[in-house]
Every structure is written in C-alpha cells, then in structure tokens.
C-alpha cells in the first residue's frame, strides 16, 4: 500500500498539536488514530519537530488560538 505523502504530514501535524494541547498519553493519541502503538506516536512527533515546514504549521495554528 502507497499513501500519499501529504497524509504522512497531516496527521504527523495532528498528533504533535494533540500532544502539545491535551494531556493525553502517547497511546491514547495512538488509539485515536486508528491504534498505532506509542511508539508510532514518539515517531510521528519527532518527525514533526525535524520538520521545518510542520513546525512553521503548528506555530501558525498557536498563533490562532
């Protein structure tokens, strides 16, 4: 199975605004996003801060709340 590039991103960009904002541990983030373990989560969330395009996404999104 391909996805799409953009999905990566999207819902890496999710998972680091919902760690960021809530206080749910890394595996409920996890369940909400179709059960991905914690470790996926840890991944995703790392991947997000080594990103400079999703980390200029998440400050324009704290910009706006």
């Known amino acids: 199975i391909i996805y ?5 991103h999207a819902r890496n960009l999710c998972v680091s605004l919902i760690r960021k904002h809530t206080d749910l541990s890394l ?4 369940l909400f996003f179709g059960g991905r373990s914690h470790s996926t989560i840890l991944s995703c969330i ?20």
Do not use: T
């Open 4 to 8: 799409p590039k953009e999905g990566f």
């Open 27 to 30: 595996s409920q983030i996890g």
């Open 46 to 65: 790392k991947k997000s801060e080594a990103s400079s395009v999703l980390l200029k996404e998440i400050n324009i999104f704290d910009n706006k709340i």
